[in-house]
């Protein structure tokens, strides 16, 4: 009687031997004496160090003054705009926000060209730049830079989504020894920022920093 190999059993076969290869290459490569290769895994790690949060887009920075951002929040549920979880405008940054229980302010960034306080990436270079101030305002000793990282591309952005931003911005804090974590967001999944008072899952944590 002859036997027939399933499909499905066939499939898995392949792909495991697919998968198997690639380890083996990757064992191979970084097992190859005549190169050196360091890797950084970004650890978080509890801290007291308070964030500062930034949110990258784009080719573009916004640096959150979260003083105003909260004043024109409450400024607005107060107005009633917040109701029902309204989006309603924050007056900052083109942000537009929304109040959620759990999440807190969920906040989406638009039109990002048309505000003045986004500054785009390439302006870390220039030492009497908004952006380079902005960050060199974060105290190392008190501070942790968290970024809110746009993972879409739009038709304005020249470098893709926001992490050629995020990767500038990290480098050059991690120059000043500025711990920095961050997390993934697009128009379905928004930013927001939260008291962990109020919410344990309000969490913002740095990374170790890497060796140099």
């Known amino acids: 009687m002859k ?7 066939l499939t898995d076969i392949v792909s495991n031997s697919v998968g198997i290869l690639i380890i083996l290459a990757v064992v191979t490569l970084i097992n190859d004496n005549s190169k050196s290769f360091q890797l950084e895994i970004p650890i978080e790690h509890q801290s007291d160090l308070s964030p500062v949060f930034i949110v990258a887009k784009n080719d573009a920075l916004l640096v959150l003054d979260t003083d105003i951002l909260f004043t024109n929040a409450a400024s607005q549920a107060t107005k009633g705009a917040a109701k029902g979880k309204r989006m309603f405008s924050l007056e ?27 500054h785009h990436f390439n302006k870390l270079e220039k030492t009497d730049s ?3 101030q902005q960050l060199n305002k974060i105290n190392p000793k008190k501070q942790f830079a968290y970024f809110f990282v746009y993972d879409e591309i739009e038709n304005s952005s020249i470098s893709g989504s926001g992490f050629e931003g995020f990767r500038m911005a990290r480098k ?31 969490k913002y944590l740095p990374s170790y920093l890497g060796s140099s």
């Open 92 to 118: 900052y940054g083109q942000l537009y926000g929304q109040i959620n229980q759990e999440s807190g302010l969920v906040f989406h960034a638009r039109e990002i060209e048309d505000s003045a306080d986004w």
């Open 130 to 132: 908004a952006l380079h």
């Open 172 to 202: 050059y804090l991690k120059s000043r020894q500025i711990k920095s974590g961050w997390k993934p967001v697009d128009s379905d999944h928004p930013a927001s920022i939260c008291d962990m008072s109020f919410n344990s899952l309000c």
């Open 3 to 9: 036997q027939f190999i399933n499909v499905d059993s």
